[in-house]
């Protein structure tokens, strides 16, 4: 592997390597201390000495991201996102990327310090917290979640907002209509009139401008139930969009987890399709009790990795990857035979009592399989 492809490998903020979580981490760290001193720096009562060392590692910071800038310029023929025949094309899709404008954002400062555009210190502060801030949102969890729902949702979103803007103007056009006379001064043209529009549609109401006529406030009232209603169909939009993308994330991640167990991997598509929605994985440490002889059986797990040991009296068994337990007592609707403890940290996919009924009347053969493997387990125990 190349030295490049070696450091995209670092760099892949797709990555879920232990080494690129790190560097993520470190570049968090990096944007947090730059931020934190050149705010030092803008506060008046800390000594000349303390100001100098915080413009020195807001200095250091800014050439750490010209140099991360480089980096990332450099490796960008390694994203498969960009591939290109030519290297340069890639480096040019990454620069005009948002990631690519974001990093160009953030190395600004630096440049124009460097030049002499700008000097470091409380002048320019601001403009360095404003550059480097998009760069730690990228980082913030969550934020490409939101990016994508208004992605996923745009058609929506674009309707209520035209229905935003009908009734905005509409409004706008009733109220100089109605009250341009007798306010002129704020009802003396449409687009004057739009300012007590918005405040009124968006039910912030700051009360400064009113409507006189009856008819005037009765247009403010029925504007402002406009507004309730918009308002409330843009939260539904958002609501069902970010529910629906953490199902989908949730169901690949499942999905990825549930191909690494042996058991599923002769299951056709459509089954492991319902099969993934109805499981739920869960993560231990090593040393934790998962079943307690005795208990009521509530679920069934299955081990994507770790090992697990059965404990059935003074005899224990140990299950690896790919296994699974906790079946007996739903199949036999009997307390949990056994404990099982996790010997080494686990990923565990857990299916509930009642999914198990169910996927039971839809995939019969699976259950078979569970159900062998249940027999032979209780002729071991006896
Ligand atoms: P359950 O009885 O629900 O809870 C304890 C689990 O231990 C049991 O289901 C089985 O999945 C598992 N188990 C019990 N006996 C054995 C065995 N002999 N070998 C492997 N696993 C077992």
Redesign the pocket.
């Known amino acids: 592997m190349t030295l490049r492809a070696r450091i995209w490998g670092l760099l892949d903020p797709t990555s879920h390597g232990h080494a690129a979580r790190r560097v993520r981490g470190l570049e968090i760290l990096l944007i947090l201390i730059g931020i934190f001193s050149v705010s030092a720096g803008t506060v008046d009562w800390i000594a000349p000495a303390a100001r100098a060392v915080a413009a020195s590692v807001t200095g250091i910071v800014a050439v750490l991201f010209f140099v991360g800038y480089l980096v990332r310029l450099w490796i960008a023929p390694e994203n498969p996102r960009l591939y290109s025949t030519a290297e340069s094309r890639s480096r040019l899709r990454w620069v005009v990327s948002a990631e690519g404008v974001i990093d160009l954002l953030a190395v600004i400062p630096a440049v124009a310090v460097a030049s002499g555009g700008a000097r470091l210190g409380a002048e320019s502060a601001s403009v360095f917290v404003l550059m480097w801030m998009p760069k730690l949102a990228t980082h913030a969890p969550g934020v490409g979640l939101i990016a994508r729902v208004f992605h996923n949702e745009r058609s929506a979103l674009g309707a209520a907002a035209a229905l935003f803007m009908i009734v905005l103007l509409s409004a706008a056009a009733i109220a100089h209509w109605l009250e341009g006379e007798r306010q002129p001064e704020h009802f003396g043209s449409i687009p004057a009139s739009l300012w007590w529009a918005v405040v009124t549609l968006t039910t912030t109401g700051y009360g400064d401008v009113v409507p006189q006529t009856a008819l005037g406030r009765v247009i403010g009232g029925v504007v402002m139930l406009c507004g309730i209603s918009v308002l409330a169909l843009l939260a539904g939009i958002l609501a069902t969009g970010f529910a629906e993308e953490v199902r989908r994330r949730e169901f690949v991640r499942i999905w990825d987890l549930v191909a690494r167990v042996p058991f599923f991997a002769n299951v056709g598509a459509i089954a492991i399709t319902d099969i993934v929605g109805r499981l739920r994985s869960r993560s231990y440490p090593a040393g934790a009790m998962v079943?307690r002889?005795g208990d009521v059986?509530d679920s069934?797990f299955f081990i994507v990795t770790g090992d697990v040991e059965?404990r059935?009296g003074p005899r224990t068994?140990v299950?690896r990857d790919g296994n699974?337990?906790?079946?007996?007592?739903?199949l036999d609707r009997k307390p949990?035979?056994?404990d099982?403890v996790t010997v080494t940290p686990c990923t565990l996919l857990v299916l509930d009592v009642s999914d198990f009924y169910q996927l039971a009347g839809q995939q019969p053969a699976l259950i078979a399989t569970i159900d062998s493997e249940?027999k032979r387990?209780r002729a071991?125990?006896r």
Do not use: P, Q, T
């Open positions: 079943i002889k059986g069934m059965v059935i068994r299950l699974f337990f906790g079946e007996m007592a739903l949990r035979s056994a099982v249940a387990r071991d125990d």
